[in-house]
Nanobody, 120 residues
Framework: QVQLVESGGGLVQPGGSLRLSCAASGITFSAYAMNWYRQAPGKERELVASITSAGGKTNYADSVKGRFTIARDNALNTGYLQMNSLKPDDTAVYYC?????????????WGQGTLVTVSS
């Protein structure tokens, strides 16, 4: 059974920091690229950051560049999203996603989400 479990969300003041974690089980985590998405109330889900399976390449949405850092520890089957200089616009439910493509198909798994609220 595949599980992705996010943690680390909560309430933070503008300018503050949070680190989200995504613990994976039931998959060979090191074979999957990992993505963080977010969905704010009334908005579509958007891709925030991505990291390749070995962690050698990362990409970020323009809205979070320079403030967020995606990372992973394949030995611990865990991914991370370090969020600094948080703004009210960052308020959303954050989801981790593990994705792999092979000759047999595309495999994509999602966590349940963790709420991040940025407010004074």
């Amino acid at each position: 059974q595949v599980q992705l479990v996010e943690s680390g969300g909560g309430l933070v003041q503008p300018g503050g920091s949070l680190r989200l974690s995504c613990a994976a089980s039931g998959i060979t985590f090191s074979a999957y690229a990992m993505n963080w998405y977010r969905q704010a109330p009334g908005k579509e889900r958007e891709l925030v950051a991505s990291i390749t399976s070995a962690g050698g390449k990362t990409n970020y949405a323009d809205s979070v560049k320079g403030r967020f850092t995606i990372a992973r520890d394949n030995a611990l089957n865990t991914g991370y999203l370090q969020m600094n200089s948080l703004k009210p616009d960052d308020t959303a439910v954050y989801y981790c996603n593990a994705q792999s493509s092979s000759w047999s198909g595309v495999y994509s798994y999602w966590g349940q989400g963790t709420l991040v609220t940025v407010s004074s």
